[in-house]
């Protein structure tokens, strides 16, 4: 098996503390240029040009990381991030999917319509120009204060995002908030179960060490404020 | 179990069709007004605000289509429609996301940010106003131009959306297609692959029996031209 993926990139990030709870050990490849782009290389063995994307010693590639955790959970069960009864199951998805349509896509909005790099790559995985459109910054700020909001109830309940136990629902989550970080947005002060929840998770070492190491356009991760 | 859905909502379909694949029968309610929003009683007692939902008989409550499906696959396994071995499970998972993220999604943008109904909703789930953008209804059309080039190709090498066997991936694909049909857009002629796969698909009880009945603005549906 071999990762590729740019370390920066929140959605790379996600399978890296999938895999750091897991204690798998999987060759990585960067895959970016200095110039933020993905490497020809990497464009030409993989038709969807995105990361992350994990390669089977056979050649099979399974992109998206949703989907890549659901192949390593199904050959290495222990410990359950994706939980193990129906309910589990479902309740865990359903916050990943939140943190996700809201948290990441939301600071994904801000990012990719914003950053000088980006002008005309709105989206990733199109090869032909995708202009950006600045009034999804607005936007995406909308999505986020929502996420905060959410998330803050939710946590005022619950130990994890998706209960008693750590999930890919808090991988998600976590990925976000430091997306936010990354992007000068710190948990709101009227969020404080997010910002209770978040410092415990800081002792998770999958955490700490799935850190990207540098911003996009090479300066140190800020950590948060 | 209570199913709550619009019945004009790609997302609901999505569910529709997997119980009709599966053969298990669940109470469903209608909870949108002729106005197209959500009823008050539906929006007290669900924070999410938006639809599909599921209601089990405790009282508790799985949101978002995908976590639906999690939980009613758990249950009953047969006929699988998300997959068996790791590799299997996570094909499927990850033409699942292409549907919904280029086709899905493409749709969406065109719908909910240029419908008269929808101004001031450019997003589901938000109680305060969110401003439709009109550049997202190009941004859209590009998404889904870029599903039917991809989902033709794939189709080319494959009977259904991830492999041998009708799944998930066919499910949100068809109801992709069907959307577009709401909004008068066709399978484009150089995409033959997608029209043999779809004119099969139509053979199935559940693509059928699951298709809306009407328009937002109550006509009937439309089919494929």
Redesign the interface.
């Known amino acids: 098996m071999k990762l590729y993926e740019w370390d920066f990139a929140p959605n790379c990030r996600r399978v890296r503390m999938f895999l750091l709870e897991k204690g798998i050990e999987v060759p990585k490849e960067e895959c970016i240029t200095s110039n933020i782009v993905l490497k020809d290389p990497y464009l030409a063995k993989y ?2 040009a995105m990361v992350p994307m994990l390669e ?1 010693d056979d050649g ?1 590639q ?3 990381a ?3 955790w ?3 959970e ?2 290495h069960p222990e410990p359950p991030l994706m939980g193990t ?3 589990e ?3 865990i ?2 916050w990943e ?2 943190a996700y349509d809201e948290g990441m896509v939301g600071h994904a909005e801000i990012f990719r319509n914003s950053h000088p790099k980006f002008v005309d790559r ?2 990733p ?2 090869r ?1 120009p ?2 950006q ?1 600045s ?2 910054i607005d ?1 995406g700020k ?2 986020v204060a ?1 996420f905060h909001r ?1 998330f803050n ?1 939710q946590l005022s309940r619950n130990k994890f995002v998706a209960g008693d136990r750590f999930s890919v629902a808090d991988i998600t989550t976590i990925t976000v908030v430091d997306f936010g970080h990354a992007l000068e947005m710190q948990i709101p002060d009227d969020c404080p179960y997010v910002k209770r929840w978040y410092d415990e998770v800081q002792l998770r070492e999958s955490v700490r060490q799935s850190l990207p190491t540098h911003l996009p356009d090479g300066s140190p991760m800020p950590v948060a404020a």
Do not use: C, D, F
């Open positions: 038709e969807h089977l099979a399974i992109g998206e949703l989907s890549i659901i192949y390593l199904t050959l009864t129906a309910l199951k479902a309740t998805s359903a999917r939140r709105g989206l995985g199109h032909e995708v202009p459109i009034g999804l936007r909308l999505r929502r959410k109830e």
